[in-house]
């Protein structure tokens, strides 16, 4: 029941760089704000990133600040999760997400999914 359509994600190292893409399908309403989250085994899902559609504003978790960067292209109707200097804590299902208005912080806010992809970190 995807309705966002994720890259697959992948084993990196710790110290190692990987980079997410999620691709947006033709909808009605497309003025949609961009965000990311991620769950770990036995953890609550929690906020990574967001983007506003225009992409003037950008939101990341305090434990992802100055590592991982949130971009998007609307042309191409997809975004972007760059994700740099890779920990074992960064190991998770990694989520796009879009609603519509402005970027948020919560996960329930949004309305529209991407299948999730797996990233684990080794060291």
């Known amino acids: 029941q995807a309705q966002l359509l994720q890259s697959r994600g992948g084993l990196v190292q710790a110290g190692g760089s990987l980079k997410l893409s999620c691709a947006d399908s033709?909808?009605?309403?497309?003025?949609?704000?961009l965000a990311w989250f991620r769950q770990a085994p036995g953890k609550e899902r929690e906020f990574v990133a967001a983007?506003?559609?225009?992409?003037?504003?950008?939101y990341f978790a305090d434990s992802v600040k100055g590592r991982f960067i949130i971009s998007r292209d609307n042309g191409k109707k997809m975004g972007w999760l760059q994700m740099n200097s890779l920990k074992p804590a960064d190991t998770a299902v990694y989520y796009c997400?879009?609603?519509?208005?402005?970027?948020?912080?919560?996960?329930?806010?949004?309305?529209?999914w991407g299948q999730g992809t797996q990233v684990t970190v080794s060291s």
């Open positions: 997400a879009e609603r519509p208005g402005r970027a948020t912080m919560t996960a329930s806010d949004y309305e529209f």
């Open positions: 033709e909808r009605t309403f497309t003025k949609n704000a």
């Open positions: 983007i506003s559609y225009f992409g003037d504003l950008t």
